[in-house]
């Protein structure tokens, strides 16, 4: 037999979803802001009035402004290598898994410009365990694609195989700035397999 929530149950679910809704439309919000002004030019007064609270009130999703921008970073690291481990653990041809992690990254940089862009720009302002946790996770992310290079290209250098890639990672990234035409996407998704697999 099955026992009915109780109303205090019921009552913290739907305060947990609250926090979590207000929390995630925070890390939104900051992002933009940080994106638009700069991580030092943005107050905790500003962060709070994007989204409808006073500035003291962000303490209570985050301890500081600095830990919010280390949750952006760090969020954002960590989708991208999950995506990417989801994409190269089902061992596709490794043409096709080059192609699909394209799209991938490209999708999360057209969906996520402001991420993409505090990921250029504000690395450097963490304090020093968040800055080695997204710099790790950056690794392994980097580390995947190598791997599965080294198999579409066995004979290049691990040296090339690096150049080549932070290249493209860098041209996927420019999306949020370089999406002028319709068919921005595919020409740089095309322009990125050429670099990485040869015309």
């Given at each position: 037999?099955?026992?009915?929530p109780?109303?205090?149950?019921?009552?913290?679910?739907?305060?947990?979803?609250?926090?979590?809704h207000?929390?995630?439309?925070?890390?939104r919000?900051a992002?933009?802001?940080f994106a638009?002004?700069?991580?030092?030019?943005v107050?905790?007064?500003e962060?709070?009035?994007?989204?409808?609270?006073?500035?003291?009130?962000?303490?209570?999703?985050?301890?500081?402004?600095?830990?919010?921008l280390?949750?952006?970073?760090?969020?954002a690291?960590?989708?991208?290598?999950?995506?990417?481990r989801?994409?190269?653990?089902?061992q596709?041809a490794?043409?096709?898994?080059l192609?699909?992690?394209?799209?991938?990254?490209l999708d999360?940089a057209?969906?996520?410009?402001?991420?993409?862009?505090?990921?250029?720009?504000?690395?450097a302002q963490?304090?020093?365990?968040?800055?080695?946790?997204v710099r790790?996770?950056?690794?392994e992310y980097?580390q995947?694609?190598?791997a599965?290079?080294?198999?579409?290209?066995?004979h290049l250098?691990a040296?090339?195989?690096?150049?080549?890639?932070?290249a493209?990672?860098?041209l996927?990234?420019?999306?949020?700035?370089?999406?002028?035409a319709?068919?921005a996407p595919?020409i740089l998704a095309?322009?990125?397999?050429r670099?990485?697999?040869?015309?």
């Open positions: 037999m099955t026992r009915e109780t109303m205090d149950a019921v009552t913290a679910t739907w305060r947990a979803t609250q926090k979590a207000r929390r995630a439309s925070l890390m919000s992002a933009r802001l638009e002004r700069g991580f030092a030019a107050s905790t007064v962060l709070g009035e994007a989204v409808g609270m006073s500035g003291p009130a962000l303490y209570n999703y985050f301890p500081s402004k600095d830990a919010l280390a949750e952006l970073l760090t969020d690291s960590t989708r991208l290598l999950d995506g990417c989801e994409i190269v653990a089902e596709s490794p043409d096709d898994t192609a699909r992690l394209v799209r991938f990254h999360f057209t969906a996520d410009p402001d991420t993409i862009r505090l990921q250029d720009r504000e690395l963490l304090a020093a365990d968040a800055n080695h946790e790790r996770l950056q690794r980097v995947e694609w190598d599965v290079l080294a198999k579409r290209r066995p250098a040296d090339e195989r690096q150049t080549r890639l932070l493209t990672f860098g996927l990234n420019s999306t949020p700035h370089s999406a002028v319709a068919n595919a095309d322009m990125a397999l670099a990485l697999a040869g015309a």
